[in-house]
């Protein structure tokens, strides 16, 4: 049974920097099968970063050139690295893995952690 575990998550001021982090167990990260999304109140959920097949990082375009998408060697855990972090940055953050649609960055994962809230004030 896959199981992701999120954490890293944390108050900031504008501009700061976070780290998280991604756990798995029972499982072992796929290029073109992880991603992180992220939920404000009131909003849908929204993919953030993913690597795609090709190995690269692929973003959303209100995070490109601030935050970036990493898995370390053993592929058992995966890293988003948030800099430049505006209030607008603040939601859950969640990852994800196994994608189930043609899409990367949208929200068709088979497996889901918890989530780790991140919340940037002015």
């Known amino acids: 049974q896959v199981q992701l575990v999120e954490s890293g998550g944390g108050s900031v001021l504008s501009g700061g920097s976070l780290r998280l982090s991604c756990a798995a167990s029972?499982?072992?990260?796929?290029?073109?099968?992880m991603a992180w999304f992220r939920q404000a109140p009131g909003k849908e959920r929204e993919g953030v970063a993913g690597?795609?097949?090709?190995?690269?990082?692929y973003y959303a375009e209100s995070v490109k050139d601030r935050f970036t998408i990493s898995v370390e060697n053993t592929k058992t855990t995966m890293f988003l690295q948030m800099n430049s972090l505006k209030p607008e940055d603040t939601a859950m953050y969640y990852c994800?893995?196994?994608?189930?649609?043609?899409?990367?960055?949208?929200?068709?994962?088979?497996?889901w952690g918890q989530g780790t809230q991140v919340t940037v004030s002015s």
């Open positions: 994800a893995a196994e994608r189930s649609s043609a899409w990367l960055l949208r929200p068709y994962y088979k497996s």
């Open positions: 029972g499982y072992t990260y796929r290029n073109g099968h």
């Open positions: 690597i795609g097949s090709d190995g690269r990082g």
